[in-house]
């Protein structure tokens, strides 16, 4: 395959391999698994403007792509993985706030305060993450409440997705959504693949929460990072130059046009291989 191809497993080394890359790729993982099991973390991490500081340092050079050495070998994952899965913990957060207010402010009905899921299975698969958060000590200090926190308001919703769109959210998960999956590599395979959901899903929360924002604002500064991605010629290109992985003219799941279109072009894709895959070809 030509070295323009599309491809989330450079070689590893340098930057991508020193042991801040390694500590940023665990407590992103640690990270991930807290908000996942556990809503209330999800809307803590909402709370402490975390979805900003999660995409900076998953945007590093070092953090993007596969980590290892010759030595001991590519590792499965993307370095950034667990920092973008946490990230998109965090904007499904923020854009169930934004539903439970619109509810509100319609006169909706409420189950119960701080809802989050309307899924049962949800909310008891919720219930073992929080009734940790709540046993351990260490969270002692993880206000829950709707009271200002170090003085100062909680972020609305439209300011989370600002602040990831500040971040560099459309350049780096267009970058993600372009790249080649290498089908030969079942291990490097999945660890793109998981990387290219949590992509789908941060993409899926931002134009969600857009929608929902009657400013208008929030679409306007979403669609305003597409379109300069789009300019710059697609998969990242808008901040990672001729340099990222989605360089190449074109590719099989859309680099080289706009973010929504690359999403189209991976859901289609997606959809052939699982009906080949179901057919035994």
Not at 25 to 41: D, H, L, Q
Not at 125 to 134: I, K, R, S, W
Request: aromatic residues 4%.
């Amino acid at each position: 395959a030509s070295s323009q191809n599309l491809s989330m497993s450079a070689a590893g080394g340098g930057d991508r391999d020193s042991p801040a890359a390694r500590l940023r790729e665990c407590a992103g993982f640690v990270v991930a698994g807290m908000a996942r099991c556990s809503a209330r973390s999800a809307s803590y991490l909402r709370r402490r403007r975390a979805a900003g500081r999660l995409l900076s340092a998953a945007s590093e050079e070092g953090m993007v792509g596969h980590g290892g050495t010759k030595e001991d070998g590519r590792r499965w994952n993307p370095r950034n993985l667990g920092l973008l899965e946490a990230c998109a913990e965090v904007l499904t957060d923020a854009w169930e706030e934004a539903q439970m207010s619109r509810r509100r402010t319609t006169g909706g009905q409420l189950q119960q305060q701080g809802e989050r899921r309307n899924d049962q299975s949800a909310e008891m698969f919720d219930a073992y993450g929080n009734a940790l958060v709540d046993r351990n000590p260490s969270f002692g200090d993880m206000d829950m409440g709707d009271d200002d926190m170090d003085g100062e308001a909680p972020p609305t919703p439209l300011d989370v997705l600002l602040e990831s769109v500040d971040a560099g959210l459309v350049p780096l998960a267009a970058r993600i959504v372009c790249a080649k999956i290498e089908y030969h590599d079942r291990p490097v395979a999945y660890g793109t693949v998981r990387a290219k959901m949590a992509s789908c899903r941060l993409l899926a929360a931002a134009f969600a929460l857009a929608r929902m924002d009657e400013t208008g604002l929030g679409a306007e500064r979403l669609y305003d990072a597409a379109d300069r991605d789009a300019e710059a010629g697609g998969a990242g290109r808008s901040r990672y130059g001729s340099s990222s992985p989605g360089a190449s003219s074109a590719s099989s799941f859309g680099g080289g046009s706009d973010v929504v279109s690359s999403m189209v072009g991976l859901l289609q894709g997606a959809a052939m291989h699982a009906q080949t895959y179901r057919g035994g070809g």
